[in-house]
């Protein structure tokens, strides 16, 4: 078998060598790259200097497109740079959820290879107005501000020159349209009656979450991470900032509240991770109720949200907007009858910006059980 004859560098002062690969060729930090064909010499220096800097600071080179960003290329970004977020504990994984479901309705409808800087203004208003077909004022409002999220990004961090114009044709409704639209629609909280009807029929897990979400206005998202170490069973309490906001949040607990936790904690099947080893609750196969599944277009997996619809169904409760999270609307409503709105807040984890909040140190227990406790005698009228 004949030895390749490898060619001659162009001139002496070439940055790259020939490889038996028949393609030019450097190492950088360690690890051999090739940048072309020995027929193109030219071309392979311009593509290693193009690339240059990239490789020498361990980064893998960002392609370039003679033709512009496309579509699918930013929301490739704008994820890695969320996933980052994600990873950091900076967002939530329904807020990760929520940007992946916004990222793939933009390649599905502009096409992956759409280029950033030919969407126009007519592009942007007929999107706005397929989307007002399956979305009510406040759902539209929400899916245009992701989708100006991602646009903004793009801008931010250098990947297109200039701004996204999207004309006034892709605003988002107004706040009577708003108004309006929540006016319409049915109450987002479950009345006392429901509410027990729910529990004598729920098992030892749902039951206990259902109590903590009514007791504590807990989410979906609060249940599924809530861990074993926030309970101060002696005390009677919950210590566990909210995950959304890291708002400090102190909720006293209800007698059937513990009773029903300490129930479900018993049963509870073995963690599958060993990080979940402390949490209060997991699914029968040892999961989070709440969680993010790698790799699918659908990323978030509320399994208690699911299992609590099924609950409402069975029981002809299941309305338009009733979901797991009315507990939270319930306990906020019968909370605020108490007329201390600071410690309801308090118990919540709301964001208080108010000047009353910067100066305030601490709320007293007795205020924080005085709240529950009215929230208590509304579900058992009966109970001392």
Known sequence: MSKIEKPEKPYPEFPLFPHATKRWAKKIRGKLHYFGPWRDPQGALEKYIEERDEL????TPRPKRPDGLSVRDLCNAFLTWKRCLLVSADITERTFSD????????????????????????????????????????????????????????????????????????????????????NQSTARML????????????????????????NCGFGQSDLSSLPQSAIDWRAKMIDYPRPKTAIPRRC?????????????IEVRPEPKHPADADLCFLTRR??????????EKKAWSDSLGLKFGKLLRKHDLKRPGLNFYALRHTFETIAGESLDQVAVNHIMGHVDNSM?????ERIGDDRLIAVSNHVRKWLFPKAK
């Open 56 to 59: 020498q600071a361990g980064r």
């Open 99 to 182: 940007c992946l479901r916004v990222c793939t309705l933009l390649v599905d409808y502009f096409g992956k290879e759409r280029i950033v800087q030919d969407l126009i203004q007519d592009d942007f208003q007929q999107l706005r107005t397929e989307l007002a077909t399956t979305r009510n004022p406040v759902s539209l409002g929400d899916t245009i501000g992701r989708i100006r999220s991602v646009f903004k990004y793009g801008y931010d961090s250098g990947m297109i020159d200039k701004p996204v114009r999207y004309g006034s044709g892709f605003a988002k409704p107004s706040r009577k349209k708003m108004r309006e639209s929540r």
């Open 252 to 264: 006293p607990l209800w007698p059937e509240t513990m009773q029903a936790m300490r129930d479900a």
């Open 356 to 360: 009353s909040a910067r100066y305030r």
């Open 286 to 295: 040892g999961e989070r109720w709440v969680k993010i599944s790698q790799g």
């Open 191 to 214: 009345e006392a009656k429901e509410i027990k009807l729910l529990l004598d029929d729920a098992g030892p897990d749902l039951k206990a979450m259902i109590l903590v979400g009514l």
